[in-house]
């Protein structure tokens, strides 16, 4: 596996091991006091595809669109969170085996140095999860429990009752707010602040980010982009197209580049600024 990236901007010409990239942004210290640091990532496709509709009205994240390099700096990522805010369509992808769990860092000798990390700049090994669904049509992971990990759901006023008290009676912590259909900004950034959480890593497809990035919470967007072009569709947010007084800005901080390498393409992998 390609070991190093060149940075294109801001230009050095030098290249640079890509293992300890992210974890050198040391996002724990970037969180201010009380405030937590929420930031984003997403691996796309050259036309810009987040995922696959399935055929059947579900949207999928296929084999192609993952990447050693990218899953890498995911983890690197993931260490540095005391919170993975995910959804229930993550939960489903997990039920039903489409894609791999990672609500907790592999337990592997390549991973280790991220699991030592954790222990020297975390109370503890494994993120608090925090889960927004509408439907909560979901199971809960045996993983949590047996990581000892803290999960709270979060869901809209009109989330079904019954559900929500089934998954209570199994000792789930699940929580109702105030608003309608979708849970906002405001309720997530304050359950981050009463778990005590100083990093959020947005682990969410479209719906949750384009909350979240919509009103000013997102301080930080990862992006990995495949030079490869394979259809599918949905973008990093959904919604109406916004006026340009409305739409966000970001600021490039760095983009770097990876050559292709026998069955791998090229990658960019960039980040942006709130
Ligand atoms: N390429 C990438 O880097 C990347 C990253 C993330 C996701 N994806 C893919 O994108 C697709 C969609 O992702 P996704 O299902 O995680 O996320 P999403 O687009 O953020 O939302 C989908 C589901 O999450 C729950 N949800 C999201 N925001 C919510 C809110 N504010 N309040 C209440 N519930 C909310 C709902 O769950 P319920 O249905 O349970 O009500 C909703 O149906 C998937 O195929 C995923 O694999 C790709």
Redesign the pocket.
Known sequence: MLTSLTRLYPSDAARHPLSGLCLGHRLVERAETGQPYIY?????SLNG????DDGQG????PET?TDPR?LRL?CELMAQADCLI????????LERG??GNLLQLPQTPEFQDLLDYRTQNHDSLFPTVL????????QIPASIAEHNQILRV???AN?PEQRAAELREQGVDVILGD?A?????ET?VAHLKELGARTAYL?????????LMQSGQVSRLYL?WLHRLQGGH?ALT?GSFLPASQARSLRLVELHQAEAEGDLPGLWFGYFDA
Do not use: K, Q
């Open positions: 984003s990532s997403f691996i796309m595809a987040i995922a696959i579900n949207w999928t994240h669109l990218d995911l995910t959804s229930g369509g993550y939960l489903r992808d489409s894609l889960v927004v669904s509408r439907s909560l049509d979901f979060l869901a809209p989330a608003e259909d979708w849970v906002g900004s997530v682990f969410c497809g479209p719906r949750m980010n384009g909350i990995t949905p959904v």
